[in-house]
């Protein structure tokens, strides 16, 4: 396999989601906002710093600017963020932008990080820094809440994960306050994803 195709098949690069984007084949979007999602929205406080990583088209941020949430929306792939731009027009505008969230400012904790199809996207051996990066973004008492796929598929995107294993992964840091199974607008995690709240402790 020659380097430019290893790099496309890597989940963690920006070119395995630019080829995706670029040809169309994005079967985790969705143009629905979920009701889980929906429901969460209504009940935040106007002005909640609220950070959506791995935003992807980000239907859900029109949502969250119209109940008065301060978003952040980020993507590393410059295809994924176009899109996003085009699906919400003007109401990107200082919104969404190219970053890696790995090397976002921590200086500001998020009240909310809106987790969907991030950490599933990811290659498990990065899953340590997901989840200690999302406990320095989460401010004490926030939350990381959202959808998290549980099924046994080693082989992906998107990684499959199970409660268990989550637990080991956030419960350093955050309490499981949700937990209950949904009913998905994308079916390819159709049975097998899971509305989650985790509430980060204080230190």
Not at 21 to 49: F, H, K, M, N
Not at 93 to 104: I, N, P, S, T
Request: hydrophobic share 40%; with cysteine; charged share 20%.
């Amino acid at each position: 396999m020659d380097p430019g195709e290893t790099m496309r098949q890597n989940s963690a690069l920006p070119e395995f989601w630019e080829t995706r984007y670029l040809s169309g084949v994005t079967p985790w979007d969705s143009s629905q906002c979920p009701p889980e999602v929906l429901d969460y929205i209504g009940r935040q406080a106007p002005g909640l710093p609220t950070l959506v990583p791995g935003c992807g088209s980000a239907v859900e941020v029109a949502h969250m600017v119209t109940r008065g949430l301060k978003v952040l929306a980020v993507d590393f792939s410059d295809a994924a963020v176009k899109a996003a731009c085009e699906q919400l027009g003007t109401l990107s505008e200082g919104r969404v932008v190219m970053r890696d969230f790995f090397a976002l400012e921590e200086d500001v904790p998020y009240e909310w990080v809106y987790e969907r199809a991030f950490l599933c996207a990811l290659p498990p051996a990065l899953w340590p820094d997901y989840a200690a990066k999302m406990a320095r973004l989460v401010s004490p008492q926030g939350c990381l809440a959202g959808y998290f796929f549980l099924a046994e598929t080693p082989k992906g995107p998107p990684f499959g994960t199970s409660l268990g294993e989550l637990q080991a992964l956030l419960g350093e840091w955050f309490t499981l306050e949700t937990s209950r199974s949904v009913h998905s607008v994308s079916p390819i995690f159709q049975g097998r994803e899971f509305w989650q709240v985790w509430r980060r402790r204080k230190e």
